[in-house]
Structures are given as C-alpha cells and as structure tokens.
C-alpha cells in the first residue's frame, strides 16, 4: 500500500487530496515538523521535511512530484491524455511553486499559524503585493473556462489550488481577481479536498 508521510497542516495535505481524488487507497503516517528531523524519518526523506511517498520501491519527497507521480499511477481524468497536456500540467505545477509559493505561504504564517506575537503585517503585505502579478496571470489564463487544463479538474488545477489556498486562507482578498476566486470555491469545494483535511 502507498504510505503518505506528513499532517493535513503541511504540504502532504495535498498529496492527500490527490490520492483521495485519484481513488488511492493509502496509509497516513503522521509524521509532525519536530519529527521530520528523526533519524528513521531521515531515511525516507533526507531533507528533513513532510512530505514523502513510499510506494513498493519508489519513495519521493516534494509534493508536486509526489501528486505528478500519484496522478500518472492512477490515470483517468486529473492525469494528462497528451503529451501537450502533460506539458501544461507540469508547467502549471512548476509555477505555482517558484511563482506563488513562497507569498502564499509568508500570507499564511503571518496572517493565521504564525502565535500573535510573532506575526508582521508588513511582511504579509509584501508578499501580497508579489503575488498580485502571478494571480493576474491566472485570472487571465482562467477567463471563459472552468480549468486549466483540457477543461476538466487535473492535477495542475489542485497543485495550483493547494497553494494558491494559503494566500486565501491569509484573508489576501481575491476580489480584483474574479475567475481565479471562482475556479478557487469549485476547486476547494471538491469532497476529496474537505476529506484530506479531516
């Protein structure tokens, strides 16, 4: 059986999500941020950090590969139908991580996980004001269709929604950018994603 190390309050939420959608039968082995640095967490992931994937032989770390992997194991809908589709899904995947990631996350430490004391709006505001290019980005890709890819929830469309959640989460307001607000509710609305959080 495929193992997903990690909790629903890091980055394995979404590999969680992609398994349930995908209809993956996978065990949950929770493995905490001040676990990640133990010596038999180490020999599955040797970065230190959640999450990570055993299946059989194969063991991954990164999330984004993670669900690219799970996602080609189990085909059907989310998975690419075409070389071209791959591309876009894998293009996608890849921006949210080097174009968003970071913002989002310093919305969300700031703005929710981060104790009181220890948060700076300031920080929050700057991230918000780098993220507002990439997210113009994606409201126009998004204008007249429902997803991002071959007009049907893929991959691409949860790797991005995962991330793009945290700046949401955040209170970053998503007003100026309306399609990628409504793709955001149908994305986060999806069954699989309130399982994975559970």
């Given at each position: 059986?495929?193992?997903?190390?990690?909790?629903?309050?890091?980055?394995?939420?979404?590999?969680?999500?992609?398994?349930?959608?995908?209809?993956?039968?996978?065990?949950?082995?929770?493995?905490?941020?001040?676990?990640?640095?133990?010596?038999?967490?180490l020999s599955v992931n040797p970065n230190g950090r959640v999450p990570a994937l055993v299946d059989g032989d194969v063991v991954l770390f990164e999330s984004m590969a993670i669900n690219l992997y799970l996602?080609?194991?189990?085909?059907?809908?989310?998975?690419?139908?075409?070389?071209?589709?791959?591309?876009?899904?894998?293009?996608?995947?890849?921006?949210?991580?080097?174009?968003?990631?970071?913002?989002?996350?310093?919305?969300?430490?700031?703005?929710?996980?981060?104790?009181?004391?220890?948060?700076?709006?300031?920080?929050?505001?700057?991230?918000?004001?780098?993220?507002?290019?990439?997210?113009?980005?994606?409201?126009?890709?998004?204008?007249?269709?429902?997803?991002?890819?071959?007009?049907?929830?893929?991959?691409?469309?949860?790797?991005?929604?995962?991330?793009?959640?945290?700046?949401?989460?955040?209170?970053?307001?998503?007003?100026?950018?309306?399609?990628?607000?409504?793709?955001?509710?149908?994305?986060?609305?999806?069954?699989?994603?309130?399982?994975?959080?559970?």
């Open positions: 059986m495929v193992k997903i190390y990690g909790t629903g309050m890091s980055r394995a939420s979404r590999c969680f999500w992609a398994a349930i959608e995908l209809g993956i039968d996978f065990e949950q082995v929770p493995v905490h941020f001040g676990e990640a640095k133990a010596p038999e967490y996602a080609k194991k189990a085909g059907g809908d989310l998975a690419p139908k075409s070389l071209a589709e791959e591309g876009e899904v894998l293009k996608w995947s890849f921006w949210a991580v080097t174009e968003c990631e970071e913002a989002a996350n310093t919305i969300l430490f700031h703005r929710f996980l981060l104790p009181e004391a220890n948060r700076d709006e300031g920080l929050a505001k700057e991230a918000e004001a780098t993220l507002m290019r990439p997210l113009e980005i994606l409201d126009a890709a998004l204008a007249g269709k429902d997803y991002l890819v071959g007009n049907r929830f893929t991959i691409a469309d949860l790797n991005v929604a995962s991330v793009i959640s945290w700046a949401k989460a955040g209170r970053m307001s998503l007003e100026p950018f309306p399609n990628v607000g409504r793709w955001l509710r149908a994305c986060l609305r999806r069954p699989a994603q309130k399982a994975a959080l559970a």
